[in-house]
Protein backbone atom coordinates (compact mmCIF):
# COMPACT_ATOMS: atom_id res chain seq x y z
CA UNK A 1 0.00 0.00 0.00
CA UNK A 2 2.60 2.11 1.22
CA UNK A 3 4.44 1.67 -2.68
CA UNK A 4 0.76 2.29 -4.24
CA UNK A 5 0.69 5.93 -2.13
CA UNK A 6 4.55 6.92 -3.23
CA UNK A 7 3.75 6.16 -6.64
CA UNK A 8 0.63 7.49 -6.71
CA UNK A 9 2.50 10.99 -4.78
CA UNK A 10 4.91 10.82 -7.82
CA UNK A 11 2.41 10.61 -10.68
CA UNK A 12 0.54 13.65 -9.00
CA UNK A 13 3.83 15.55 -8.64
CA UNK A 14 5.21 15.04 -12.06
CA UNK A 15 1.28 15.95 -13.39
CA UNK A 16 1.63 19.42 -11.18
CA UNK A 17 4.78 19.90 -12.91
CA UNK A 18 3.56 19.24 -16.46
CA UNK A 19 0.82 21.85 -15.59
CA UNK A 20 2.43 24.31 -14.29
CA UNK A 21 5.00 24.71 -17.30
CA UNK A 22 2.33 24.15 -19.91
CA UNK A 23 0.66 26.68 -18.33
CA UNK A 24 3.70 28.59 -17.98
CA UNK A 25 4.77 28.37 -22.18
CA UNK A 26 2.27 31.42 -24.07
CA UNK A 27 2.02 32.25 -27.35
CA UNK A 28 4.81 34.02 -28.84
CA UNK A 29 3.49 37.29 -31.51
CA UNK A 30 6.17 39.13 -33.90
CA UNK A 31 5.27 42.35 -35.86
CA UNK A 32 8.16 44.39 -37.75
CA UNK A 33 8.86 46.04 -40.79
CA UNK A 34 11.65 44.14 -41.85
CA UNK A 35 10.19 42.00 -44.44
CA UNK A 36 11.83 38.68 -44.96
CA UNK A 37 14.17 39.52 -48.00
CA UNK A 38 17.12 38.80 -45.76
CA UNK A 39 17.67 36.67 -42.44
CA UNK A 40 16.38 39.36 -39.36
CA UNK A 41 13.18 37.83 -38.74
CA UNK A 42 14.78 34.45 -38.80
CA UNK A 43 17.39 35.67 -36.22
CA UNK A 44 14.99 36.99 -34.34
CA UNK A 45 12.82 33.53 -33.91
CA UNK A 46 16.42 31.68 -33.78
CA UNK A 47 16.85 33.60 -30.28
CA UNK A 48 13.01 32.38 -29.14
CA UNK A 49 13.77 29.25 -29.92
CA UNK A 50 17.05 28.96 -27.64
CA UNK A 51 15.36 30.71 -24.92
CA UNK A 52 12.64 27.56 -25.36
CA UNK A 53 12.17 24.94 -28.12
CA UNK A 54 8.56 24.78 -27.18
CA UNK A 55 7.63 28.28 -27.33
CA UNK A 56 5.10 28.66 -30.24
CA UNK A 57 6.11 31.29 -32.36
CA UNK A 58 3.37 33.05 -34.91
CA UNK A 59 3.74 36.57 -37.34
CA UNK A 60 1.43 39.14 -36.96
CA UNK A 61 3.27 40.56 -40.25
CA UNK A 62 6.83 41.85 -41.41
CA UNK A 63 5.32 43.81 -43.90
CA UNK A 64 4.83 47.39 -42.12
CA UNK A 65 6.01 49.76 -44.88
CA UNK A 66 9.47 50.61 -43.23
CA UNK A 67 9.75 52.65 -40.03
CA UNK A 68 5.91 53.20 -40.14
CA UNK A 69 4.88 53.95 -36.15
CA UNK A 70 2.02 54.54 -37.27
CA UNK A 71 0.42 51.30 -39.24
CA UNK A 72 2.09 49.53 -36.55
CA UNK A 73 0.12 50.74 -34.19
CA UNK A 74 -3.23 49.83 -36.03
CA UNK A 75 -2.41 46.28 -36.87
CA UNK A 76 -1.59 45.69 -33.26
CA UNK A 77 -5.15 47.22 -32.18
CA UNK A 78 -6.85 45.11 -35.40
CA UNK A 79 -5.50 41.89 -34.12
CA UNK A 80 -4.94 42.04 -30.75
CA UNK A 81 -8.20 41.34 -29.16
CA UNK A 82 -8.80 37.74 -31.06
CA UNK A 83 -5.30 36.29 -29.40
CA UNK A 84 -5.42 34.91 -25.83
CA UNK A 85 -5.20 36.73 -22.63
CA UNK A 86 -2.04 35.56 -22.07
CA UNK A 87 -0.34 35.99 -25.59
CA UNK A 88 3.18 38.22 -25.81
CA UNK A 89 3.56 40.56 -28.53
CA UNK A 90 6.95 41.98 -29.97
CA UNK A 91 6.61 44.49 -32.07
CA UNK A 92 9.59 46.14 -33.44
CA UNK A 93 9.29 49.28 -36.39
CA UNK A 94 11.99 51.35 -34.57
CA UNK A 95 13.76 54.27 -36.20
CA UNK A 96 14.88 55.25 -33.27
CA UNK A 97 16.64 51.87 -32.58
CA UNK A 98 19.72 52.92 -30.50
CA UNK A 99 18.75 56.12 -29.18
CA UNK A 100 17.42 57.38 -25.76
CA UNK A 101 14.12 56.22 -26.63
CA UNK A 102 12.65 53.42 -23.84
CA UNK A 103 12.39 49.60 -24.62
CA UNK A 104 9.23 48.93 -22.67
CA UNK A 105 6.84 46.26 -21.97
CA UNK A 106 3.21 46.81 -21.71
CA UNK A 107 0.65 44.84 -19.77
CA UNK A 108 -2.78 45.58 -21.01
CA UNK A 109 -5.57 45.00 -18.61
CA UNK A 110 -6.45 42.10 -20.81
CA UNK A 111 -3.64 40.78 -19.73
CA UNK A 112 -1.40 40.67 -22.81
CA UNK A 113 1.67 42.09 -22.67
CA UNK A 114 3.28 43.76 -25.84
CA UNK A 115 7.56 44.15 -26.32
CA UNK A 116 8.82 46.69 -28.05
CA UNK A 117 9.89 50.83 -28.27
CA UNK A 118 8.06 53.31 -26.64
CA UNK A 119 7.62 55.52 -30.09
CA UNK A 120 3.59 55.56 -30.30
CA UNK A 121 3.43 51.54 -31.28
CA UNK A 122 0.73 51.22 -28.24
CA UNK A 123 -1.20 54.11 -29.07
CA UNK A 124 -4.10 52.48 -29.24
CA UNK A 125 -3.67 49.91 -26.89
CA UNK A 126 -3.53 52.18 -24.48
CA UNK A 127 -6.86 53.63 -25.24
CA UNK A 128 -8.41 50.04 -25.63
CA UNK A 129 -7.62 47.73 -23.49
CA UNK A 130 -5.73 50.46 -21.34
CA UNK A 131 -2.50 50.34 -19.36
CA UNK A 132 -2.33 47.75 -16.06
CA UNK A 133 1.23 48.03 -16.24
CA UNK A 134 4.51 49.77 -18.07
CA UNK A 135 8.21 48.61 -17.52
CA UNK A 136 11.15 49.96 -18.72
CA UNK A 137 13.55 47.44 -19.94
CA UNK A 138 16.73 47.34 -18.13
CA UNK A 139 18.64 46.78 -21.26
CA UNK A 140 21.99 46.41 -19.92
CA UNK A 141 20.83 43.62 -17.78
CA UNK A 142 18.02 42.09 -19.55
CA UNK A 143 19.64 41.68 -23.40
CA UNK A 144 20.93 38.81 -25.02
CA UNK A 145 24.26 37.92 -23.92
CA UNK A 146 27.34 38.52 -26.25
CA UNK A 147 25.39 41.37 -27.93
CA UNK A 148 26.47 44.19 -25.92
CA UNK A 149 28.58 45.70 -28.76
CA UNK A 150 25.47 45.62 -31.06
CA UNK A 151 23.44 48.94 -31.43
CA UNK A 152 21.58 48.82 -34.09
CA UNK A 153 19.61 45.43 -33.72
CA UNK A 154 17.14 45.89 -30.39
CA UNK A 155 14.90 43.52 -32.23
CA UNK A 156 17.15 40.15 -31.85
CA UNK A 157 19.18 41.62 -28.98
CA UNK A 158 16.77 42.96 -27.06
CA UNK A 159 12.85 42.79 -27.79
CA UNK A 160 12.83 39.15 -29.29
CA UNK A 161 14.85 38.03 -26.29
CA UNK A 162 12.95 39.43 -23.45
CA UNK A 163 9.84 38.39 -25.58
CA UNK A 164 10.42 34.98 -25.72
CA UNK A 165 11.63 34.73 -21.95
CA UNK A 166 8.08 36.62 -20.76
CA UNK A 167 6.16 33.93 -22.77
CA UNK A 168 8.30 31.00 -21.55
CA UNK A 169 7.64 31.90 -17.71
CA UNK A 170 11.59 32.58 -17.60
CA UNK A 171 10.84 36.58 -16.76
CA UNK A 172 8.51 37.61 -14.50
CA UNK A 173 7.41 41.25 -15.44
CA UNK A 174 8.20 42.83 -12.45
CA UNK A 175 12.44 42.00 -13.18
CA UNK A 176 12.13 43.55 -16.46
CA UNK A 177 12.93 46.52 -15.00
CA UNK A 178 11.38 49.82 -14.03
CA UNK A 179 8.32 50.41 -13.73
CA UNK A 180 7.19 53.58 -15.68
CA UNK A 181 3.75 55.61 -14.86
CA UNK A 182 1.29 53.93 -16.86
CA UNK A 183 1.44 56.06 -20.12
CA UNK A 184 3.22 55.51 -23.01
CA UNK A 185 3.68 57.66 -26.07
CA UNK A 186 0.48 58.71 -27.93
CA UNK A 187 0.72 59.58 -31.85
CA UNK A 188 -1.96 62.78 -32.30
CA UNK A 189 -4.94 61.48 -34.94
CA UNK A 190 -8.32 62.36 -35.75
CA UNK A 191 -10.69 60.90 -33.67
CA UNK A 192 -14.29 60.11 -34.38
CA UNK A 193 -16.86 62.37 -33.98
CA UNK A 194 -20.61 63.40 -34.78
CA UNK A 195 -22.51 66.86 -35.34
CA UNK A 196 -24.99 67.72 -37.56
CA UNK A 197 -25.86 65.14 -39.38
CA UNK A 198 -22.10 64.03 -40.45
CA UNK A 199 -19.93 62.19 -38.91
CA UNK A 200 -15.93 62.75 -39.49
CA UNK A 201 -13.10 60.48 -38.61
CA UNK A 202 -9.40 59.28 -39.25
CA UNK A 203 -8.58 57.19 -41.59
CA UNK A 204 -6.13 54.71 -40.16
CA UNK A 205 -5.25 51.87 -43.05
CA UNK A 206 -6.18 50.69 -46.07
CA UNK A 207 -6.78 47.37 -47.27
CA UNK A 208 -3.12 46.63 -48.86
CA UNK A 209 -4.73 43.40 -50.91
CA UNK A 210 -8.06 45.14 -52.32
CA UNK A 211 -7.30 48.97 -51.71
CA UNK A 212 -10.16 48.91 -49.62
CA UNK A 213 -10.38 52.51 -47.41
CA UNK A 214 -10.86 51.98 -43.54
CA UNK A 215 -12.14 54.91 -40.67
CA UNK A 216 -12.04 54.88 -37.28
CA UNK A 217 -15.38 55.91 -37.74
CA UNK A 218 -17.56 52.72 -35.87
CA UNK A 219 -20.82 51.00 -35.96
CA UNK A 220 -22.24 52.80 -33.11
CA UNK A 221 -21.34 56.27 -34.37
CA UNK A 222 -22.68 55.65 -37.74
CA UNK A 223 -25.86 54.28 -36.47
CA UNK A 224 -26.57 58.15 -35.16
CA UNK A 225 -27.37 58.62 -39.02
CA UNK A 226 -29.67 55.70 -39.10
CA UNK A 227 -28.68 54.44 -41.98
CA UNK A 228 -30.33 51.51 -44.05
CA UNK A 229 -28.96 49.49 -46.93
CA UNK A 230 -29.90 51.35 -50.29
CA UNK A 231 -29.16 54.94 -49.22
CA UNK A 232 -26.75 56.94 -50.76
CA UNK A 233 -23.79 58.91 -48.89
CA UNK A 234 -21.51 61.93 -49.87
CA UNK A 235 -17.89 61.32 -48.58
CA UNK A 236 -15.30 63.52 -48.93
CA UNK A 237 -11.43 62.57 -48.03
CA UNK A 238 -8.87 65.25 -47.12
CA UNK A 239 -5.14 64.96 -46.96
CA UNK A 240 -3.84 67.50 -44.21
CA UNK A 241 -6.84 69.63 -44.44
CA UNK A 242 -6.96 69.61 -48.58
CA UNK A 243 -9.87 67.99 -50.25
CA UNK A 244 -8.57 64.68 -52.19
CA UNK A 245 -12.14 63.30 -53.17
CA UNK A 246 -15.60 63.82 -53.15
CA UNK A 247 -18.40 61.65 -54.32
CA UNK A 248 -21.20 59.44 -53.63
CA UNK A 249 -21.73 55.82 -52.61
CA UNK A 250 -24.54 53.57 -51.68
CA UNK A 251 -24.80 51.54 -48.15
CA UNK A 252 -24.86 48.08 -48.58
CA UNK A 253 -23.66 44.47 -46.66
CA UNK A 254 -21.20 43.31 -48.61
CA UNK A 255 -19.45 44.04 -51.89
CA UNK A 256 -21.50 42.38 -54.34
CA UNK A 257 -24.59 43.96 -53.98
CA UNK A 258 -23.48 46.78 -56.50
CA UNK A 259 -22.09 46.23 -59.98
CA UNK A 260 -18.69 45.52 -60.39
CA UNK A 261 -16.55 48.83 -60.83
CA UNK A 262 -19.15 50.74 -58.52
CA UNK A 263 -18.18 52.27 -55.15
CA UNK A 264 -20.12 51.50 -52.10
CA UNK A 265 -20.08 52.11 -48.28
CA UNK A 266 -19.86 49.68 -45.79
CA UNK A 267 -18.74 47.86 -42.50
CA UNK A 268 -15.59 46.35 -42.70
CA UNK A 269 -14.62 43.65 -40.34
CA UNK A 270 -13.91 45.61 -37.20
CA UNK A 271 -17.27 47.31 -37.61
CA UNK A 272 -15.21 50.46 -39.12
CA UNK A 273 -16.98 52.41 -41.51
CA UNK A 274 -15.32 51.93 -44.88
CA UNK A 275 -15.10 52.73 -49.15
CA UNK A 276 -14.70 50.16 -51.76
CA UNK A 277 -15.07 50.07 -55.58
CA UNK A 278 -16.57 46.16 -56.23
CA UNK A 279 -13.96 44.05 -57.28
CA UNK A 280 -11.74 47.39 -58.14
CA UNK A 281 -9.19 49.33 -56.21
CA UNK A 282 -10.86 52.25 -54.51
CA UNK A 283 -7.47 53.86 -53.27
CA UNK A 284 -5.48 53.34 -56.10
CA UNK A 285 -8.11 54.85 -58.89
CA UNK A 286 -8.84 57.86 -56.59
CA UNK A 287 -5.12 58.12 -55.22
CA UNK A 288 -6.28 57.60 -51.14
CA UNK A 289 -3.40 57.50 -48.53
CA UNK A 290 -3.53 56.76 -45.10
CA UNK A 291 -2.23 57.77 -41.70
CA UNK A 292 -2.64 60.48 -39.08
CA UNK A 293 -3.26 63.66 -41.72
CA UNK A 294 -6.38 61.40 -43.84
CA UNK A 295 -9.86 62.33 -42.81
CA UNK A 296 -13.14 61.16 -44.53
CA UNK A 297 -16.18 63.01 -43.75
CA UNK A 298 -19.65 61.17 -44.53
CA UNK A 299 -23.32 62.54 -44.37
CA UNK A 300 -26.78 61.04 -45.73
CA UNK A 301 -28.07 62.27 -48.79
CA UNK A 302 -31.95 62.88 -47.40
CA UNK A 303 -34.70 61.14 -49.83
CA UNK A 304 -31.84 59.76 -52.05
CA UNK A 305 -31.81 55.66 -53.28
Same mark, same amino acid.
Given at each position: MSAFLRFLGSALAWLAWIAIHARAESALVFQTDFGTKDGAVAAMKGVAYGVS? !? *??? /?? *?THEIPAYNVWEAAYRLK? +??PYWPSNTVFVSVVDPGVGTDRKAVVLRTKSGQLFVGPDNGT /? +? /? *? !?EAPGVDELREIDVPRQRLRGSQESHTFHGRDVFAYVGARLAAGQLELADVGPRLTNDVVRLAYQHATGSQGALVGGIPVLDPQYGNVWSNIGNELFLQLQPKYGEVFVVKLRHAGRTILKRRA %?? %?RSFGDVPPGKPLVYLNSLLDVSLALNQGDFARQFKIGSGPDWTLELRKVPGAK
Open positions: P !A *LKQ /FD *LQ +TS /F +T /F *L !A %VY %V
